[in-house]
């Protein structure tokens, strides 16, 4: 079974969303816990997030050949 990290960054990749608001809604989880596992991406390096209210931004390579994000797409 996935857990939520995997499955926040399956979801990352497929449909390359970052909003707070909308990952929450396609996880179905509360803001806090959310925001929990953002934080978790940014110290394995898979998220930027400069502070609050600053946006998310992908820090994962983005190539043609198998990369990062192909990886968690189905």
């Not at 499955?7 to 806090?32: D, H, N």
């Not at 931004?57 to 983005?62: C, F």
């Amino acid at each position: 079974m996935e857990n939520e990290l995997d499955k926040l960054k399956r979801i990352i990749a497929e449909t390359g969303e970052l909003r707070v608001s909308e990952l929450g809604k396609l996880m179905s989880i509360a803001t806090a816990r959310l925001k929990a596992l953002l934080e978790e991406l940014v110290k394995e390096g898979w998220l930027l997030h400069e502070g609050k209210g600053r946006p998310y931004e992908l820090n994962v390579d983005v190539d043609v050949d198998g990369d990062e994000l192909n990886n968690w797409r189905k």
